[in-house]
């Protein structure tokens, strides 16, 4: 059963840098069969999708979040991570690591558990 | 673009659920769905329009025409309550529906 673990600060100053890692067990981010997704829900909101990365590095990302984030993969650890500058209260939100299947613009097959980033002095 | 839901559908028990997504030719696109519970994570439960993962039960279905595609839960179980999303892509951003909340009475 492939599983994803988001990790990392609970807790960002505003103006800082968030920084998530999503850890996968029971596949390999080298594999080519998908692409890994970040995707946040603000408190009592809906999904918002942040971006994709592929093993080659190759990324897609959301046009409103572009200017702000960076996603990045490492295969030797098989960790993928998303970091997302210059945060505001708007950017506190439960973010989601997940499995993109059926690539390009595929759907969202696993997903991990969730963390919870409140952005916040 | 726009991906628009109903806030909230009821459906007592045992019935049938419908729960719509609505989008402009949306019908072109391939819709996806996710069943969220409180403090879970999304978990996908039809993909393509019309397929079932793994595991989802056959009660829940989906179709796509024209402007609005929809997610049936037939035989509706307490345990169907949930936020419903659905997803579809557009110039190569992914789009989520606001969310339904579906209530079994």
């Known amino acids: 059963q492939v599983q994803l673990q988001e990790s990392g600060p609970g807790l960002v100053k505003p103006s800082e840098t968030l920084s998530l890692t999503c850890t996968v067990s029971?596949?390999?981010?080298?594999?080519?069969?998908?692409?890994w997704t970040w995707i946040r829900q603000p408190p009592g909101k809906g999904l918002e999708w942040i971006g994709d990365?592929?093993?080659?590095?190759?990324?897609d990302y959301n046009p409103s979040l572009k200017s702000r984030v960076t996603l990045s993969i490492d295969t030797s650890k098989n960790q993928f991570s998303l970091k997302l500058s210059s945060v505001t209260a708007a950017d506190t939100a439960v973010y989601f690591c997940?499995?993109?299947?059926?690539?390009?613009?595929?759907?969202?097959?696993?997903w991990g558990q969730g963390t919870v980033v409140t952005v916040s002095s | 673009y726009e991906v628009t839901q109903s806030l909230s559908v009821s459906v007592a028990l045992g019935q049938t659920a419908k729960i719509t997504c609505g989008g402009d030719?949306?019908?072109?696109?391939?819709v996806h769905w996710y069943q969220q519970r409180p403090g879970q994570a999304p978990v996908l439960v039809i993909y393509?329009?019309?397929y079932r993962p793994s595991g989802i039960p056959e009660r829940f279905s989906g179709s796509n025409s024209g402007n609005t595609a929809t997610l049936t839960i037939s035989r509706a179980q307490a345990g169907d309550e949930a936020d419903y999303y659905c997803q579809v892509w557009d110039s190569s951003t992914a789009f989520f529906g606001g969310g339904t909340r579906l209530t079994v009475l």
């Open positions: 997940a499995r993109q299947r059926d690539f390009p613009r595929g759907y969202f097959d696993y």
């Open positions: 393509r329009d019309t």
């Open positions: 990365i592929y093993r080659s590095g190759n990324t």
């Open positions: 029971s596949d390999s981010v080298n594999s080519g069969n998908y692409f």
């Open positions: 030719n949306i019908g072109s696109k391939n």
